[in-house]
Protein backbone atom coordinates (compact mmCIF):
# COMPACT_ATOMS: atom_id res chain seq x y z
CA UNK A 1 0.00 0.00 0.00
CA UNK A 2 0.94 3.29 -0.37
CA UNK A 3 2.09 6.35 1.79
CA UNK A 4 -0.82 8.52 2.63
CA UNK A 5 -1.44 12.33 3.82
CA UNK A 6 -2.66 12.29 7.16
CA UNK A 7 -6.16 13.75 7.79
CA UNK A 8 -9.15 12.16 6.79
CA UNK A 9 -11.15 13.10 3.79
CA UNK A 10 -13.05 16.46 5.60
CA UNK A 11 -9.71 17.95 5.63
CA UNK A 12 -8.50 18.14 2.32
CA UNK A 13 -7.49 21.89 1.08
CA UNK A 14 -9.54 23.93 -0.58
CA UNK A 15 -8.70 23.48 -4.31
CA UNK A 16 -9.45 27.09 -5.60
CA UNK A 17 -6.14 28.47 -5.04
CA UNK A 18 -4.56 25.57 -6.25
CA UNK A 19 -6.53 25.36 -9.68
CA UNK A 20 -5.51 28.77 -10.00
CA UNK A 21 -2.18 28.51 -9.90
CA UNK A 22 -2.46 25.23 -11.62
CA UNK A 23 -4.16 27.66 -14.92
CA UNK A 24 -1.34 30.15 -14.08
CA UNK A 25 1.58 27.71 -15.00
CA UNK A 26 -0.02 26.38 -17.66
CA UNK A 27 -0.98 29.77 -19.37
CA UNK A 28 2.93 31.18 -18.99
CA UNK A 29 4.28 27.75 -21.10
CA UNK A 30 3.10 29.47 -24.21
CA UNK A 31 5.89 27.69 -26.62
CA UNK A 32 4.56 24.50 -24.94
CA UNK A 33 1.05 25.36 -25.87
CA UNK A 34 1.84 25.89 -29.12
CA UNK A 35 4.17 23.07 -29.85
CA UNK A 36 1.15 20.91 -28.40
CA UNK A 37 -1.71 21.70 -30.00
CA UNK A 38 -1.02 19.41 -33.17
CA UNK A 39 -0.02 15.89 -33.16
CA UNK A 40 3.52 16.52 -33.21
CA UNK A 41 6.17 14.80 -30.67
CA UNK A 42 4.88 16.20 -27.07
CA UNK A 43 7.50 17.71 -25.04
CA UNK A 44 9.05 15.69 -22.52
CA UNK A 45 9.20 18.49 -19.99
CA UNK A 46 6.13 18.58 -17.98
CA UNK A 47 4.26 21.49 -17.27
CA UNK A 48 3.61 21.55 -14.13
CA UNK A 49 5.66 20.37 -10.80
CA UNK A 50 4.11 17.23 -10.02
CA UNK A 51 5.84 14.06 -7.69
CA UNK A 52 7.27 12.56 -10.93
CA UNK A 53 6.51 8.68 -12.08
CA UNK A 54 10.56 8.49 -11.32
CA UNK A 55 10.09 9.15 -7.71
CA UNK A 56 7.63 7.30 -7.65
CA UNK A 57 10.08 4.71 -9.11
CA UNK A 58 12.42 5.13 -6.67
CA UNK A 59 9.69 4.81 -3.62
CA UNK A 60 7.85 2.37 -4.64
CA UNK A 61 9.35 -1.68 -4.11
CA UNK A 62 6.21 -3.09 -6.29
CA UNK A 63 5.72 -6.72 -6.90
CA UNK A 64 3.41 -6.46 -9.71
CA UNK A 65 4.08 -6.13 -13.06
CA UNK A 66 0.83 -3.55 -14.00
CA UNK A 67 1.96 -1.31 -10.93
CA UNK A 68 5.78 -1.66 -12.28
CA UNK A 69 4.35 -1.14 -15.95
CA UNK A 70 2.30 2.30 -14.41
CA UNK A 71 5.97 3.86 -13.78
CA UNK A 72 7.84 2.57 -16.62
CA UNK A 73 10.05 0.25 -14.81
CA UNK A 74 11.14 -3.53 -16.52
CA UNK A 75 8.31 -6.30 -16.12
CA UNK A 76 8.97 -9.91 -16.95
CA UNK A 77 6.08 -9.16 -19.29
CA UNK A 78 3.29 -6.84 -20.58
CA UNK A 79 0.31 -6.50 -18.25
CA UNK A 80 -3.07 -6.80 -19.57
CA UNK A 81 -6.57 -5.88 -17.76
CA UNK A 82 -9.89 -5.00 -19.55
CA UNK A 83 -11.78 -1.88 -19.21
CA UNK A 84 -15.46 -3.23 -18.13
CA UNK A 85 -13.78 -6.54 -17.32
CA UNK A 86 -16.87 -7.32 -14.91
CA UNK A 87 -19.70 -6.80 -17.22
CA UNK A 88 -22.98 -7.84 -18.66
CA UNK A 89 -20.94 -10.03 -21.08
CA UNK A 90 -19.96 -12.33 -18.02
CA UNK A 91 -22.27 -15.16 -17.03
CA UNK A 92 -21.64 -14.46 -13.85
CA UNK A 93 -21.94 -11.07 -13.67
CA UNK A 94 -25.79 -11.63 -15.10
CA UNK A 95 -26.69 -13.99 -12.11
CA UNK A 96 -25.49 -11.43 -9.08
CA UNK A 97 -27.59 -9.23 -11.97
CA UNK A 98 -30.72 -10.91 -11.78
CA UNK A 99 -31.00 -10.42 -7.86
CA UNK A 100 -29.34 -6.78 -7.53
CA UNK A 101 -30.20 -3.67 -9.07
CA UNK A 102 -26.52 -2.08 -10.55
CA UNK A 103 -26.43 0.72 -7.61
CA UNK A 104 -26.93 -1.94 -5.39
CA UNK A 105 -24.11 -3.82 -6.28
CA UNK A 106 -21.32 -0.44 -6.21
CA UNK A 107 -23.40 -0.22 -2.69
CA UNK A 108 -23.24 -3.74 -1.40
CA UNK A 109 -18.95 -3.88 -0.28
CA UNK A 110 -19.28 -7.72 -0.24
CA UNK A 111 -21.11 -8.13 -3.77
CA UNK A 112 -19.11 -5.80 -5.61
CA UNK A 113 -15.77 -7.12 -4.25
CA UNK A 114 -17.05 -10.15 -5.52
CA UNK A 115 -17.84 -9.29 -8.64
CA UNK A 116 -14.74 -7.61 -8.75
CA UNK A 117 -12.78 -10.56 -7.84
CA UNK A 118 -14.44 -13.26 -10.25
CA UNK A 119 -14.15 -11.04 -13.50
CA UNK A 120 -10.48 -10.99 -12.37
CA UNK A 121 -10.06 -14.58 -11.71
CA UNK A 122 -12.08 -15.77 -14.51
CA UNK A 123 -9.76 -13.96 -17.22
CA UNK A 124 -6.58 -14.04 -15.21
CA UNK A 125 -5.64 -10.36 -16.12
CA UNK A 126 -2.83 -8.71 -13.96
CA UNK A 127 -5.37 -5.98 -12.55
CA UNK A 128 -8.63 -6.06 -11.05
CA UNK A 129 -10.86 -2.48 -11.48
CA UNK A 130 -12.90 -1.99 -8.52
CA UNK A 131 -16.52 -2.67 -9.46
CA UNK A 132 -18.44 0.62 -8.78
CA UNK A 133 -19.87 3.45 -11.56
CA UNK A 134 -18.18 6.95 -12.57
CA UNK A 135 -21.34 8.37 -11.17
CA UNK A 136 -21.75 7.54 -7.45
CA UNK A 137 -20.35 10.94 -6.06
CA UNK A 138 -23.16 12.85 -7.23
CA UNK A 139 -25.45 11.06 -4.74
CA UNK A 140 -23.54 12.78 -1.85
CA UNK A 141 -23.57 16.32 -3.94
CA UNK A 142 -27.41 16.23 -3.73
CA UNK A 143 -27.49 15.11 -7.08
CA UNK A 144 -30.54 12.16 -7.85
CA UNK A 145 -29.64 9.45 -10.44
CA UNK A 146 -31.01 6.55 -11.44
CA UNK A 147 -30.06 3.87 -14.31
CA UNK A 148 -32.76 3.08 -16.54
CA UNK A 149 -32.50 -0.71 -18.53
CA UNK A 150 -31.80 0.21 -21.88
CA UNK A 151 -31.23 4.55 -21.51
CA UNK A 152 -28.17 4.44 -19.29
CA UNK A 153 -28.15 6.69 -16.35
CA UNK A 154 -30.69 10.13 -16.16
CA UNK A 155 -29.95 12.69 -13.53
CA UNK A 156 -33.74 13.58 -12.56
CA UNK A 157 -32.74 17.61 -11.96
CA UNK A 158 -29.77 18.41 -14.81
CA UNK A 159 -27.54 21.47 -13.13
CA UNK A 160 -28.53 24.73 -15.65
CA UNK A 161 -28.35 27.53 -13.12
CA UNK A 162 -25.34 29.09 -11.43
CA UNK A 163 -27.40 28.48 -7.68
CA UNK A 164 -27.60 24.58 -8.81
CA UNK A 165 -23.78 24.79 -9.09
CA UNK A 166 -23.69 26.92 -5.62
CA UNK A 167 -26.12 24.09 -3.48
CA UNK A 168 -23.84 20.84 -4.69
CA UNK A 169 -22.60 19.74 -1.05
CA UNK A 170 -18.94 18.90 -0.78
CA UNK A 171 -18.92 18.08 2.72
CA UNK A 172 -20.54 13.98 2.48
CA UNK A 173 -17.58 12.44 0.73
CA UNK A 174 -17.33 9.84 3.73
CA UNK A 175 -20.92 8.22 2.26
CA UNK A 176 -18.82 6.68 -0.37
CA UNK A 177 -17.11 4.82 1.86
CA UNK A 178 -18.61 1.73 0.38
CA UNK A 179 -16.60 1.62 -2.51
CA UNK A 180 -13.46 2.06 0.23
CA UNK A 181 -14.81 -0.99 1.96
CA UNK A 182 -15.59 -2.98 -1.43
CA UNK A 183 -11.65 -2.45 -1.91
CA UNK A 184 -10.27 -3.53 1.32
CA UNK A 185 -12.05 -7.08 0.84
CA UNK A 186 -10.40 -7.04 -2.65
CA UNK A 187 -7.10 -6.36 -1.42
CA UNK A 188 -7.62 -8.81 1.41
CA UNK A 189 -8.28 -11.41 -1.10
CA UNK A 190 -5.25 -10.87 -3.10
CA UNK A 191 -2.78 -10.17 -0.55
CA UNK A 192 -0.79 -12.97 -1.36
CA UNK A 193 1.21 -13.18 -4.48
CA UNK A 194 0.01 -15.14 -7.51
CA UNK A 195 1.86 -18.49 -8.32
CA UNK A 196 4.34 -16.70 -10.75
CA UNK A 197 5.21 -14.61 -7.61
CA UNK A 198 3.65 -11.50 -9.44
CA UNK A 199 1.43 -9.14 -6.63
CA UNK A 200 -1.77 -8.51 -8.50
CA UNK A 201 -2.78 -4.29 -8.67
CA UNK A 202 -6.15 -3.19 -7.25
CA UNK A 203 -7.08 -0.03 -9.38
CA UNK A 204 -9.81 2.63 -7.92
CA UNK A 205 -11.25 5.39 -10.24
CA UNK A 206 -13.47 8.32 -10.43
CA UNK A 207 -14.83 10.09 -13.66
CA UNK A 208 -12.92 13.59 -14.46
CA UNK A 209 -14.34 16.66 -14.03
CA UNK A 210 -15.20 17.40 -17.56
CA UNK A 211 -16.78 14.16 -17.69
CA UNK A 212 -19.14 13.88 -14.72
CA UNK A 213 -20.17 17.55 -15.38
CA UNK A 214 -21.60 16.78 -19.00
CA UNK A 215 -23.48 14.10 -17.11
CA UNK A 216 -24.60 16.46 -14.02
CA UNK A 217 -25.34 19.24 -17.20
CA UNK A 218 -27.67 17.36 -19.78
CA UNK A 219 -29.05 14.77 -17.10
CA UNK A 220 -27.50 11.90 -18.79
CA UNK A 221 -25.90 10.61 -21.85
CA UNK A 222 -25.16 13.35 -24.73
CA UNK A 223 -24.29 13.50 -28.06
CA UNK A 224 -23.80 16.89 -28.65
CA UNK A 225 -23.37 18.26 -24.96
CA UNK A 226 -24.83 21.82 -26.27
CA UNK A 227 -25.96 22.55 -22.43
CA UNK A 228 -22.40 21.32 -21.04
CA UNK A 229 -20.51 23.74 -23.33
CA UNK A 230 -23.73 26.81 -23.63
CA UNK A 231 -22.77 27.11 -19.51
CA UNK A 232 -19.14 26.71 -19.88
CA UNK A 233 -18.86 29.44 -22.75
CA UNK A 234 -21.43 31.92 -21.19
CA UNK A 235 -20.57 31.79 -17.43
CA UNK A 236 -16.76 31.27 -16.49
CA UNK A 237 -17.46 31.95 -12.46
CA UNK A 238 -20.05 28.66 -12.40
CA UNK A 239 -17.94 26.60 -14.80
CA UNK A 240 -15.15 27.46 -12.39
CA UNK A 241 -17.10 26.05 -9.32
CA UNK A 242 -18.85 23.71 -10.84
CA UNK A 243 -14.70 21.88 -11.93
CA UNK A 244 -13.34 23.13 -8.16
CA UNK A 245 -16.59 21.35 -6.28
CA UNK A 246 -16.03 18.09 -8.20
CA UNK A 247 -12.29 18.07 -7.80
CA UNK A 248 -12.83 18.69 -4.14
CA UNK A 249 -14.84 15.82 -4.09
CA UNK A 250 -12.85 13.47 -6.13
CA UNK A 251 -9.50 13.80 -4.12
CA UNK A 252 -11.47 13.25 -1.10
CA UNK A 253 -13.07 9.63 -2.93
CA UNK A 254 -9.55 9.03 -4.50
CA UNK A 255 -7.94 9.48 -0.91
CA UNK A 256 -10.38 6.71 0.13
CA UNK A 257 -9.84 4.50 -1.82
CA UNK A 258 -6.02 4.77 -1.97
CA UNK A 259 -6.02 4.36 2.13
CA UNK A 260 -8.14 1.10 0.99
CA UNK A 261 -5.60 -0.43 -1.08
CA UNK A 262 -5.97 0.81 -4.47
CA UNK A 263 -2.35 0.83 -5.89
CA UNK A 264 -3.38 2.52 -8.99
CA UNK A 265 -6.43 5.44 -9.84
CA UNK A 266 -7.73 5.67 -13.13
CA UNK A 267 -9.16 8.90 -13.84
CA UNK A 268 -12.17 8.77 -16.99
CA UNK A 269 -12.58 11.42 -18.95
CA UNK A 270 -14.89 9.25 -21.61
CA UNK A 271 -16.20 12.49 -23.47
CA UNK A 272 -13.26 14.27 -23.51
CA UNK A 273 -13.43 13.89 -27.00
CA UNK A 274 -16.44 15.86 -27.56
CA UNK A 275 -14.03 19.30 -27.25
CA UNK A 276 -11.12 20.72 -29.27
CA UNK A 277 -7.92 21.47 -28.34
CA UNK A 278 -8.85 25.31 -27.59
CA UNK A 279 -12.01 24.40 -25.17
CA UNK A 280 -10.00 21.64 -23.19
CA UNK A 281 -6.85 23.52 -22.66
CA UNK A 282 -9.30 26.64 -21.47
CA UNK A 283 -11.96 24.47 -19.31
CA UNK A 284 -10.44 21.56 -18.24
CA UNK A 285 -6.85 21.30 -18.46
CA UNK A 286 -6.23 23.15 -15.05
CA UNK A 287 -8.97 21.18 -13.32
CA UNK A 288 -8.29 17.94 -14.70
CA UNK A 289 -4.12 18.58 -13.92
CA UNK A 290 -5.54 19.41 -10.21
CA UNK A 291 -7.29 16.67 -9.85
CA UNK A 292 -4.00 14.36 -11.04
CA UNK A 293 -1.64 16.07 -9.49
CA UNK A 294 -3.34 16.08 -5.89
CA UNK A 295 -4.10 12.14 -6.32
CA UNK A 296 -0.62 11.73 -6.82
CA UNK A 297 0.59 13.30 -3.83
CA UNK A 298 -1.68 10.77 -2.15
CA UNK A 299 1.24 8.23 -3.22
CA UNK A 300 -0.19 6.04 -6.31
CA UNK A 301 0.40 6.44 -9.71
CA UNK A 302 -2.54 7.93 -11.94
CA UNK A 303 -3.99 6.44 -15.83
CA UNK A 304 -5.69 9.41 -17.49
CA UNK A 305 -8.01 7.87 -20.19
CA UNK A 306 -10.52 9.79 -22.80
CA UNK A 307 -12.11 8.53 -25.88
CA UNK A 308 -11.43 9.93 -29.35
CA UNK A 309 -8.90 12.11 -27.96
CA UNK A 310 -5.73 11.48 -30.97
CA UNK A 311 -6.34 15.34 -31.11
CA UNK A 312 -5.64 15.87 -27.46
CA UNK A 313 -3.29 13.12 -26.90
CA UNK A 314 -0.33 16.16 -26.19
CA UNK A 315 -2.27 18.52 -23.98
CA UNK A 316 -3.89 15.34 -21.46
CA UNK A 317 -0.53 14.47 -21.49
CA UNK A 318 0.07 17.90 -19.56
CA UNK A 319 -2.05 17.19 -17.10
CA UNK A 320 1.14 15.15 -15.89
CA UNK A 321 -0.50 11.85 -15.72
CA UNK A 322 1.88 8.79 -15.20
CA UNK A 323 -0.03 6.61 -17.79
CA UNK A 324 -2.33 8.12 -20.96
CA UNK A 325 -5.01 5.71 -22.05
CA UNK A 326 -5.36 5.41 -25.39
CA UNK A 327 -8.45 4.90 -27.82
CA UNK A 328 -8.41 2.19 -30.50
CA UNK A 329 -8.30 4.61 -33.00
CA UNK A 330 -5.22 5.47 -33.36
CA UNK A 331 -2.34 2.97 -33.55
CA UNK A 332 -0.75 2.88 -30.81
CA UNK A 333 2.91 4.01 -31.68
CA UNK A 334 1.46 7.09 -33.03
CA UNK A 335 -0.30 7.76 -29.98
CA UNK A 336 2.92 7.40 -28.03
CA UNK A 337 4.78 8.85 -30.35
CA UNK A 338 1.85 11.86 -29.88
CA UNK A 339 2.42 11.65 -25.81
CA UNK A 340 5.94 11.28 -26.34
CA UNK A 341 7.81 8.05 -24.46
CA UNK A 342 8.41 9.67 -21.00
CA UNK A 343 5.01 8.27 -20.21
CA UNK A 344 3.47 5.10 -20.12
CA UNK A 345 0.66 4.39 -22.29
CA UNK A 346 -2.40 1.55 -21.61
CA UNK A 347 -4.68 0.24 -24.98
CA UNK A 348 -5.76 -0.22 -27.64
CA UNK A 349 -7.59 -3.05 -29.03
CA UNK A 350 -10.75 -2.18 -30.74
CA UNK A 351 -13.98 -3.94 -27.95
CA UNK A 352 -15.40 -4.63 -30.84
CA UNK A 353 -12.79 -6.75 -32.40
CA UNK A 354 -12.99 -9.62 -29.86
CA UNK A 355 -16.51 -10.43 -31.82
CA UNK A 356 -13.74 -11.23 -34.90
CA UNK A 357 -12.78 -14.82 -36.27
CA UNK A 358 -9.83 -16.08 -34.63
CA UNK A 359 -7.16 -15.12 -36.65
CA UNK A 360 -8.48 -11.57 -36.99
CA UNK A 361 -8.36 -11.05 -33.45
CA UNK A 362 -5.13 -12.20 -32.48
CA UNK A 363 -3.65 -10.49 -35.58
CA UNK A 364 -5.45 -7.29 -33.99
CA UNK A 365 -3.66 -8.12 -30.61
CA UNK A 366 -0.18 -8.93 -32.45
CA UNK A 367 -0.57 -5.19 -33.84
CA UNK A 368 -0.88 -3.69 -30.31
CA UNK A 369 2.02 -5.93 -28.79
CA UNK A 370 4.39 -4.88 -32.05
CA UNK A 371 3.55 -1.26 -31.64
CA UNK A 372 4.53 -1.00 -28.15
CA UNK A 373 7.63 -3.03 -29.77
CA UNK A 374 8.17 -4.24 -25.71
CA UNK A 375 9.51 -0.74 -24.56
CA UNK A 376 8.50 -0.23 -20.55
CA UNK A 377 5.38 1.63 -20.14
CA UNK A 378 2.86 -0.77 -21.87
CA UNK A 379 -0.25 -2.08 -20.08
CA UNK A 380 -2.63 -4.16 -22.68
CA UNK A 381 -5.93 -3.02 -22.74
CA UNK A 382 -8.77 -2.08 -25.08
CA UNK A 383 -9.43 1.49 -26.44
CA UNK A 384 -12.27 1.24 -24.46
CA UNK A 385 -14.83 -0.89 -22.49
CA UNK A 386 -16.39 -4.90 -23.18
CA UNK A 387 -19.35 -4.50 -24.89
CA UNK A 388 -22.34 -6.83 -23.80
CA UNK A 389 -22.87 -9.40 -26.25
CA UNK A 390 -18.86 -9.95 -26.33
CA UNK A 391 -18.29 -13.71 -25.94
CA UNK A 392 -16.08 -14.19 -23.08
CA UNK A 393 -13.79 -17.01 -25.03
CA UNK A 394 -12.57 -14.55 -27.22
CA UNK A 395 -11.54 -12.37 -24.05
CA UNK A 396 -9.95 -15.45 -22.28
CA UNK A 397 -7.79 -16.06 -25.80
CA UNK A 398 -6.61 -12.44 -25.62
CA UNK A 399 -5.43 -12.37 -22.43
CA UNK A 400 -4.09 -16.12 -23.61
CA UNK A 401 -1.75 -14.45 -26.29
CA UNK A 402 -0.80 -11.02 -24.59
CA UNK A 403 0.68 -13.54 -21.72
CA UNK A 404 2.62 -15.58 -24.40
CA UNK A 405 3.61 -12.53 -27.10
CA UNK A 406 3.89 -10.10 -24.43
CA UNK A 407 7.10 -11.94 -22.62
CA UNK A 408 10.32 -9.51 -22.44
O1 LIG B 1 -15.10 -3.94 -14.60
C1 LIG B 1 -15.48 -2.77 -14.81
O2 LIG B 1 -14.79 -1.96 -15.46
C2 LIG B 1 -16.84 -2.38 -14.33
C3 LIG B 1 -16.88 -1.22 -13.39
C4 LIG B 1 -17.43 0.03 -14.03
C5 LIG B 1 -18.81 0.35 -14.23
N1 LIG B 1 -18.89 1.64 -14.69
C6 LIG B 1 -19.98 -0.52 -13.93
C7 LIG B 1 -21.14 -0.37 -14.84
C8 LIG B 1 -16.69 1.13 -14.45
C9 LIG B 1 -15.17 1.29 -14.51
C10 LIG B 1 -17.63 2.13 -14.86
C11 LIG B 1 -17.22 3.48 -15.29
C12 LIG B 1 -18.20 4.30 -16.01
N2 LIG B 1 -19.50 4.53 -15.70
C13 LIG B 1 -17.90 5.09 -17.14
C14 LIG B 1 -16.52 5.25 -17.73
C15 LIG B 1 -16.16 4.08 -18.53
C16 LIG B 1 -16.42 4.27 -19.97
O3 LIG B 1 -17.12 3.40 -20.53
O4 LIG B 1 -15.92 5.23 -20.56
C17 LIG B 1 -19.07 5.75 -17.54
C18 LIG B 1 -19.19 6.66 -18.73
C19 LIG B 1 -20.06 5.40 -16.61
C20 LIG B 1 -21.47 5.85 -16.57
C21 LIG B 1 -22.35 4.76 -17.00
N3 LIG B 1 -22.59 3.64 -16.22
C22 LIG B 1 -23.07 4.61 -18.20
C23 LIG B 1 -23.05 5.62 -19.33
C24 LIG B 1 -23.76 3.41 -18.13
C25 LIG B 1 -24.73 2.87 -19.12
C26 LIG B 1 -24.04 2.36 -20.33
C27 LIG B 1 -24.20 0.88 -20.44
O5 LIG B 1 -23.21 0.21 -20.76
O6 LIG B 1 -25.33 0.41 -20.26
C28 LIG B 1 -23.42 2.78 -16.91
C29 LIG B 1 -23.89 1.49 -16.43
C30 LIG B 1 -22.87 0.50 -15.95
N4 LIG B 1 -21.85 0.77 -15.10
C31 LIG B 1 -22.85 -0.89 -16.27
C32 LIG B 1 -21.77 -1.45 -15.56
C33 LIG B 1 -21.34 -2.90 -15.54
C34 LIG B 1 -23.82 -1.63 -17.17
C35 LIG B 1 -25.21 -1.61 -16.63
C36 LIG B 1 -25.66 -2.73 -15.75
O7 LIG B 1 -24.94 -3.63 -15.30
O8 LIG B 1 -26.88 -2.71 -15.49
Redesign the pocket.
Known sequence: MSSLNSGSSHDIREPETDIARTREILSTDATLERETLFLTDASPNASVERPSAQSFAETTPSGSRFVRACLRRPVDRTPIW???????YMPE?MAV?KHH??LE??RTPDIAAE??IT?AERLGVDAA???????LPFTPMGLDFE?L??E??IVHSPIRSAEQVRALRTDRIDDLSYVARAIEKVATHFAAPRPDGDQLGIIG?C?APF?LAS?MIEG??SRNYIETKKLMYSDDATWSLLMEKLVRVLVGFAQQQVEAGADVI?I?D??AGALSVTDYRQYCLAPTTELVRRIQALGVPVIY?G?DTASLLPTMRQTGADVIGLDWRIPLDIGWKAIGEGCAVQGNLDPIALFAPEDVLKSRVLEVLTAANKRPGHIFNLG??I??GTPVDNVINVVKWVKEFGAQ
Open positions: LLRQAGRYRSLICVTAIIFADLLFAGGPFGTYGSQFSWFVHGVP
